[in-house]
C-alpha cells in the first residue's frame, strides 16, 4: 500500500468520524429542543398546572394548525399572565372567546385529555434513534479489504 491509499484511508476515517459528530449533534438537538415542552405539557396532561380561562387575543396559522395567543386567568383569580401561548384547543374558537384551559410552564394546554406531551416525545424519541444509528454506523463500520 502506498502513501496515497494511506492518506485515501485517513480521510475517508476522518470523514466518518465527521459525520458520526454531526449525526449525533443533530439528534441530541431535536432531543433537547423536544424535551423542552414534554415536561410541563405531560404534567397538563395528567392533572398539573392551574385551571382556569383563557382568552383569545391573536391567532396565527399555518400548515400544521393554529396557534392562538391571549391572557391567561386562573380559576381562583390569584394567577393572571398577560401573554400565554396555545396550540392545543381541540375546538375552533373565535378571537375574543374565552375557553377553559390548563397553566403549567408559561403555556396553555387543553384542561382534559390534553395529548401534546405526545408529539413531543416522538421527536425526543426521533433524535434518540438518530444518536443510536450514529454511533452504531461507527463502532460497527468494517474496512472492506482492498
Known sequence: ???????????????????????????LFIMGMSARGTTSAY???HGGGMVGTLTLASRTCGKAGCRYTGSFVSDDGRTRVATVETDDLGSDPRLGDRVKARYADGRAYAPEDSHAWQDAAVFVLAGAAIVVYALWRHFTHRRRPT
Open 43 to 45: 404534567q397538563a396532561a
Open 1 to 27: 500500500m502506498d502513501n496515497g491509499d494511506r492518506d485515501d484511508a485517513g480521510k475517508s476515517a476522518a470523514g466518518r468520524r465527521r459525520a458520526t459528530l454531526i449525526l449525533v449533534l443533530f439528534g
